[in-house]
């Protein structure tokens, strides 16, 4: 068992199955623009750094494109547009994930939510999906001037949570949650069925990879302070 004082999540890909609005809301963009829908499983992959990364990779066509350099706003207008309409309309829970949430409640463990998507789709979709009771702490993509990788929002939600992050567990499915778990110096589960450009988080060096929140709550105990 791993004795933790907080439990931090991931939200797209990890809690919540938010493919079918993206990918809805990326085509009627794509639309706006001139451009072909793109296959859901190109959205897929894209997603993970933000709405304005999401933009340009499906303008794009490829994962490949500049960080430096933000979408076309007309283009960033259009997919915002649209998925203010679609957010939440076709999101389901991942299996295990209410059970766990629930599991970590009675155990009396404090969690949080930390997401690259912008708070303004965030807490309608927590609250529509029945999560928002869950979580002491939200930390969307536009709440700190840096997202994951980076680990700012993690360091941030400990701090919120009064937690050192030595003393807290993120549970994410992809590289990004990786990276931004390890150098928080939090410990980091991983599922394997998110969103995870493409790669196979077998290929990560995290502290376990589970199958489902369940599994991973079940795998944990509250450290009671000294």
Excluded at 63 to 91: C, I, K, M, W
């Amino acid at each position: 068992m791993l004795a933790v004082r907080a439990v931090l999540f991931d939200l797209d890909g990890t809690l919540l199955d938010t493919i079918p609005d993206l990918h809805a809301a990326a085509s009627a963009m794509l639309r706006d623009m001139g451009k072909p829908a793109p296959e859901v499983d190109a959205i897929r992959s894209y997603v993970g750094r933000g709405i304005p990364n999401l933009v340009k990779r499906a303008l794009a066509g490829s994962l490949e494109v500049d960080d430096t350099q933000p979408p076309p706003a007309e283009a960033l207008a259009s997919f915002r547009h649209h998925y203010a309409r679609e957010n939440g309309r076709n999101v389901r829970c991942f299996p295990g994930v209410i059970e766990g949430l629930g599991d970590l409640k009675a155990k009396g463990i404090p969690m949080a939510v930390i997401t690259n998507k912008a708070h303004a789709f965030t807490i309608p979709l927590l609250e529509m999906t029945g999560l928002a009771g869950y979580f002491d702490v939200v930390v969307s993509g536009d709440t700190l001037p840096k997202i994951k990788p980076d680990p700012m929002a993690l360091v941030w939600a400990c701090g919120r949570l009064n937690v050192s992050p030595a003393d807290a567990l993120f549970v994410g499915d992809s590289v990004n949650d990786f990276l931004a778990g390890r150098a928080a110096g939090c410990r980091v589960f991983l599922l394997p069925y998110g969103y995870n450009e493409g790669r196979d988080v077998q290929e990560l060096d995290c502290d376990a990879i589970v199958p489902t929140v369940l599994s991973a709550a079940q795998r944990i105990r509250k450290l009671e302070a000294a």
